[in-house]
Structures are given as structure tokens and as C-alpha cells.
């Protein structure tokens, strides 16, 4: 009978063995060689699915060591997504601004999206200052600066001048160049297949 808890001595798992002790050890040098501490400006982009998702899940991870966490919404409106209730029962934690009032093909009013997304970055210069709140989500700030909608020089300027440990993560499609090359971390969510193609409409859990 085999013993589970005994280690397989064939060539092929000895290999394997000291293939992996050898991984081991390069990704701990790896890992130990990294000192820094800091908060990191995180970027959400690209055509796929997820972007805001992603940065709900940070929001999660976040709130489960205690911290407190911002979320801000620039373009879409007070919907009633399943995020939003899930992370607001974190009441004395997460503070939710839902500032955006639509997408500009719903609003169809320029000026009207201008003076909501300036609305919504007053809230967040505020928060940009409270070394209290851990994370920090501008989400579809993206789409807001796509539009020139407020100007780059200032939303990067409050976001660099924010406490040493606060983490930003900002979210929408086609990222500007300068918020790329300002952010620690960018990922680009990549479409590859989407259910919207097929008629499959928007669903509760899902989508909102």
C-alpha cells in the first residue's frame, strides 16, 4: 500500500524534487530582497470585463485587516449593485460615493458631466487626505480624464501628495498615458469572449 505521507522516490519525482527546491529558493531571494513599503497607485484598464470588480475585490482583502476603505464613483450613477450592498454591511469602514450621473451617452450633456465629476474629485481630495482610509477606489476616473473632464496635472498631484501608505486604485477603459506611467501597477483586462454578443442582457451578481 502507499503511504501518502511518504514522499514518491521515482527518477521522475526526484527530479521534479530538485527542480522545485531550486524554484524555492530563487523565489525567496526574490522575496526577501523586496524592502519597501508604500501605497501603491493601482490601475484598472483595457476593454474587458473586470475592471471595477478587481478593484471591489481589493476593497474586500482590504477590509478584512481592519482598514478603512473609500469608494467613489465618477460616471456611473447611484445604481443598486450587488457590490455596493455587500460592501456597505462594512458600515463603519466603507464609505460609498456614487457621484457620477450616468454615462455620457445617457446624460447626452456635456457641461452636466463636467460639473459631477468636479463634484466627485472635491470628495476626493478630501479623502485623498485622511491617512486613516487604507483604500482609496476612483472608479472610471479613467473615463472622467479620457473626456478631459478635469484635468490631469491636478488629479496627479493630489494623488502623489496622499499619505505614504494609502493605496489608490482607479478603474476605466483607455487609461491615459501619464496615469499609467504615474501608477505602480497596471493591469489591462483583455476582452476575449463576452455574453452581451450573444443577447445574453446585463444580470444581478453579474454585471451590478
Known sequence: MIDPQK???TPDAEHHRTKMQKRKAVQDKEVAS?????????????????KSTAAFGLALRMLGYGRRVV??????????????????RFEDLVEWHALGEGF??????KARDIAACQ?????????????????VILDELNIALRYDYLPMEQVLADITA?????HVAVTG??????????ADLVTEMTLVKHHFKAGVKAQEGIEF
Open 7 to 9: 514522499p514518491a522516490s
Open 34 to 50: 523586496k524592502t519597501v513599503e508604500k501605497g501603491l497607485l493601482i490601475v484598472n484598464t483595457g476593454a474587458g470585463k473586470g
Open 71 to 88: 469608494v467613489i464613483q465618477f460616471i456611473k450613477g447611484a445604481w443598486h449593485t450587488g457590490e455596493r450592498k455587500a460592501l456597505e
Open 104 to 109: 455620457t451617452w445617457e446624460t447626452q450633456d
Open 119 to 135: 463634484r466627485a474629485w472635491q470628495v476626493a481630495q478630501q479623502t485623498l487626505t485622511n491617512p486613516d482610509i487604507g483604500l
Open 162 to 166: 496622499r499619505p505614504a501608505n494609502q
Open 173 to 182: 477603459r483607455n487609461a491615459k498615458e501619464a496615469m499609467l506611467e504615474a
